[in-house]
């Protein structure tokens, strides 16, 4: 059993749907990071968590610590969301190992 | 602006080829990662520097090595490459100590035939 765990594995949307990706994981954390990958390989951090919510345009992050298991939702989904979203958790704040669920791809259709 | 460059985009190389990547990132970051990521499998961490000269190995050490000789170059070497290396590289840097934002590179797609 992987160690971190995302679902849905595959998502497809229609255009202005809410969209939801969770992420479970089974070892203790510092920060969990979600991350987005956009074809071509390029990723960027969307966020950084260690606690309660963040919130950055159409999209909010959630994490509840007893629980382990994080939530990225996307408001008024557009076909520029399309991506792969990926949950990292952070392990050891020294020295930044993060451990990675597999992603999730994400096709929002006009 | 932050930027985290791979020297190369694409790579294609012969089986037994001893191949060169190289990561450099202008942020005076104190980490540097080299991930592969394969379909189904996600990233996984290759080898990990925490400070110039300093290395860690990650997940799936095998058949990789690294160098870091300086601050902002973090180079991943494959000895001999072989087909199941077959992957595309990510490298990444981070501020050292807790757990701060990594930048990630765009990535090296390399191909071993």
């Known amino acids: 059993k992987n160690e971190v765990e995302q679902s849905p594995q595959n998502l497809t949307a229609q255009e202005g749907e809410f969209i939801t990706i969770n992420c479970s994981y089974s070892?203790?954390?510092?920060?969990l990071h979600w991350l987005q990958q956009h074809p071509g390989g390029g990723i960027v951090s969307l966020f950084m968590l260690s606690s309660g919510k963040k919130k950055h345009g159409r999209l909010i992050a959630t994490i509840n610590i007893q629980e382990k298991h994080s939530s990225l939702h996307i408001t008024a989904s557009h076909p520029r969301d399309s991506a792969v979203y990926i949950c990292a958790v952070l392990i050891s704040s020294n020295t930044g190992k993060l451990i990675f669920g597999q992603g999730t791809t994400l096709q929002v259709k006009p | 602006d932050v930027k985290v460059t791979q020297s190369s985009r694409y790579l294609v190389k012969r089986t037994g080829e001893k191949v060169f990547l190289e990561c450099v990132q202008d942020?005076?970051?104190?980490?540097m990662f080299w991930y592969r990521q394969d379909p189904g499998l996600g990233l996984r961490l290759i080898y990990f520097s925490y400070d110039v000269k300093m290395k860690e190995k990650g997940d799936i050490p095998e058949g990789y090595s690294v160098s870091r000789e300086k601050k902002e170059r973090f180079s991943l070497i494959l000895e001999s490459a072989s087909t199941n290396q077959t992957s595309m590289y990510l490298c990444?840097?981070?501020?050292?100590?807790?757990?701060?934002?990594?930048?990630f590179g765009p990535g090296t797609r390399l191909l071993v035939l």
């Open positions: 070892v203790g954390i510092s920060a």
């Open positions: 942020m005076d970051h104190e980490n």
């Open positions: 990444a840097s981070s501020l050292a100590g807790r757990g701060e934002t990594q930048y």
